[in-house]
C-alpha cells in the first residue's frame, strides 16, 4: 500500500491562494470520489477540513476548497491566513485495503 | 459530541506487544456508521492507518502491518483495542483511534492521541 503523494511543503503570503496536490492511482484517488484532506496543527490531532473531493463540513470556512481531476486531487486555500501554517494531509479510499493517506505537506505562511 | 480517548503503556520494550484501549463516550461502538479506527504517526512524521473493525467484528488491516495487529470490539464496555505484536524501535509514534464514518470514507472523530515510545 503505497502513500499518496504530495509535496512536502509550500508555502505562501497572508491574503494569498495556495493549492497542495495529491496524487494517487485508478485504485484510490481516480477510481472513487472519497478523498478528505485533514489539517493537523503541531502537538495536535488532524482536522478534517474536506471530505467527498469537495464538501466542506459545517465550520469550516469557505476559503478551503478541493478539486480532483483523473488521479490528482487538489487542496485549494484562498486568502491565505496566519493560522492556515499547519501540515496537510490527503486520504483516500482505496480498493485494496481501505484507507491510504498521503504524505503531508507543511504550509508555510510568510 | 462523540468523543475517544486512548490508554494504555507509554513504554514497550522490544519484541513484546504494545497494548492500547480506545473508550468511546457521547456514541455507541455498535453504531452501524462507523469503522472504529486506529492511526499512528511517527514523530516527526505522516500519518500511516492501521487498521478498523466493524461493530459486527469484521476487520480490515493495512497490508503492511497485517501479520502483527488484531483490532477487537467490546461492545459491553463501548471500547475498541489494538495490539501490535514484536514491536521495534520503528513503531515509536503517536497512536490515535479514531471513528471513520463507512460510506464515505472521513475520519471525523479523532482521539487525542497517545505516545508509545518502544525502548529497553
Known amino acids: 500500500q503505497s502513500a499518496l503523494t504530495q509535496p512536502a511543503s509550500v508555502s505562501g503570503s497572508p491574503g494569498q491562494s495556495i493549492t497542495i496536490s495529491c496524487t494517487g492511482t485508478?485504485?484510490?484517488?481516480?477510481?472513487?470520489?472519497?478523498v478528505s484532506w485533514y489539517q493537523q496543527h503541531p502537538g495536535k490531532a488532524p482536522k478534517l477540513m474536506i471530505y467527498?473531493?469537495?464538501n466542506r463540513p459545517s465550520g469550516v470556512s469557505n476559503r478551503f476548497s478541493g478539486s480532483k481531476s483523473g488521479n490528482t486531487a487538489s487542496l485549494t486555500i484562498s486568502g491565505l491566513q496566519a493560522e492556515d501554517e499547519a501540515d496537510y494531509y490527503c486520504?483516500?479510499?482505496?480498493?485494496?485495503?481501505?484507507?491510504?493517506f498521503g504524505g503531508g505537506t507543511k504550509l508555510t505562511v510568510l | 459530541q462523540v468523543q475517544l480517548q486512548e490508554s494504555g503503556p507509554g513504554l514497550v520494550k522490544p519484541s513484546e506487544t504494545l497494548s492500547l484501549t480506545c473508550t468511546v463516550s457521547g456514541g455507541s461502538v455498535s453504531s452501524g456508521s462507523y469503522y472504529w479506527s486506529w492511526i499512528r504517526q511517527p514523530p516527526g512524521k505522516g500519518l500511516e492507518w492501521i487498521g478498523y473493525i466493524y461493530y459486527s467484528g469484521s476487520t480490515n488491516y493495512n497490508p503492511s502491518l497485517k501479520s502483527r495487529v488484531t483490532i477487537s470490539v467490546d461492545t459491553s464496555k463501548n471500547q475498541f483495542s489494538l495490539k501490535l505484536s514484536s514491536v521495534t524501535a520503528a513503531d515509536t509514534a503517536v497512536y490515535y483511534c479514531?471513528?471513520?464514518?463507512?460510506?464515505?470514507?472521513?475520519?471525523?472523530?479523532w482521539g487525542q492521541g497517545t505516545l508509545v515510545t518502544v525502548s529497553s
Open positions: 467527498d473531493v469537495s
Open positions: 486520504s483516500s479510499y482505496t480498493s485494496s485495503s481501505g484507507v491510504v
Open positions: 485508478s485504485s484510490d484517488v481516480g477510481g472513487y470520489n472519497y
Open positions: 479514531a471513528g471513520l464514518r463507512y460510506f464515505d470514507w472521513l475520519i471525523d472523530y
